[in-house]
């Protein structure tokens, strides 16, 4: 079983939509979840983070950890054009490293 | 101030040549790590540095990859002899070296190795 699972898409919304993005986790012992962007050709870049379980707002973006389920979840409202790329979830490791889902491809049209 | 920066962007080689990986990490930051997405796969975990000390190599595939932090400055990544499966896209990231809580991994924007 894979620490992370995450289901790499791709999904196309249309502009305005609400996105729903998606982990499953197996280590209960993770305590810090992460979102990541990635644009083509680039490097992720953080979007979130969240200790332990509980919902985090960032304008147009909410995370949610249920640890109970192990299960994590990233909405964007009012999604927009330029949302468009893959989104990534990641759990740190008790070594500080980063365990990664698959991605998920996102696009949005106008 | 400058972001995590990789060289090549990318290469392309021969199988049985090497080739050598390089990340300069942002300014002052201490823990520096690599990571690799093989086509198809997640982002995968290779080793972390705390300045030039290497903290955990247990995600290094085997002993063909050697990575070096001299003066726990930049970074390089050394692949000899490069096989086919060696093929993807390593990234490095770096951060601060907290005492608790989070620390954000500020990522480069990666070099696409291709083994022919």
């Known amino acids: 079983q894979k620490e992370v699972e995450q289901d790499p898409g791709p999904l196309s919304v249309p502009e305005g939509a609400i996105v729903s993005l998606n982990c499953t986790y197996s280590?209960?012992?993770?305590?810090?979840f992460m979102w990541y962007r990635q644009y083509s050709r680039k490097g992720p870049e953080l979007l979130m983070y969240?200790?332990?379980?509980g919902n985090k707002e960032d304008g147009r973006f909410t995370a949610q950890v249920d640890k109970s389920s192990k299960y994590i979840s990233l909405f964007i409202r009012d999604s927009q054009p330029s949302d468009s790329a893959t989104y990534l979830c990641?759990?740190?490791?008790?070594?500080?490293?980063?365990?990664f889902g698959k991605g998920t491809k996102l696009s949005v049209k106008p | 101030e400058a972001g995590v920066t990789q060289f090549p962007s990318h290469s392309v080689i021969e199988k049985g040549q090497t080739v050598t990986l390089r990340c300069d990490p942002i300014?002052?930051?201490?823990?520096l790590y690599w990571y690799r997405r093989v086509m198809g796969k997640e982002i995968k975990f290779l080793l972390h540095?705390?300045?030039?000390?290497?903290?955990?190599e247990s995600g290094m595939p085997n002993n063909r990859f050697l990575a070096e932090r001299t003066g726990g400055t930049y970074s390089t990544l050394k692949v000899q002899p490069a096989e086919l499966e060696d093929s993807g896209v390593y990234f490095c990231?770096?951060?601060?070296?907290?005492?608790?809580?989070?620390?954000?991994?500020?990522f480069g924007p990666g070099t696409r190795l291709t083994v022919l």
């Open positions: 990231a770096s951060s601060h070296l907290g005492t608790g809580g989070y620390n954000e991994q500020f």
């Open positions: 280590n209960s012992a993770f305590q810090y």
């Open positions: 969240t200790y332990s379980s």
């Open positions: 990641a759990m740190r490791g008790s070594q500080g490293n980063l365990i």
């Open positions: 300014s002052g930051h201490d823990n």
């Open positions: 540095f705390v300045k030039e000390s290497k903290q955990d």
